[in-house]
């Protein structure tokens, strides 16, 4: 991976565990988790079906795909 996708999954990561500590257990939607990382939804996106494949987060798209939530899997 190059410095840019690394510096985007940092920051990606940083904002979910950031609200994940604050709302335990509860799914963030999208649209925040953007705002909080500083990433734009296209990045944002890439980054999550990343993470998803890996196991570590549950994404859940809404009709569409354009809205959802996503939640760090614990175990």
């Known amino acids: 991976m190059d410095d840019e996708v690394m ?3 940092a920051a990606l ?4 565990a950031g609200i994940e500590a604050e709302w335990p257990d509860k799914p963030c939607s999208l ?3 953007s705002k909080q990382a500083g990433l734009p ?3 944002l996106r890439r980054q999550l079906t990343l993470l998803e494949e890996a196991g570590l987060v549950a994404l859940t ?3 569409g795909g354009v ?9």
């Open 13 to 16: 990561l940083e904002a979910l």
């Open 7 to 9: 510096a985007a999954l």
């Open 31 to 33: 649209a925040k988790l």
């Open 67 to 75: 809205t959802g939530t996503v939640r760090l899997i614990r175990e």
């Open 61 to 63: 798209l809404d009709d």
């Open 41 to 43: 939804m296209s990045v």
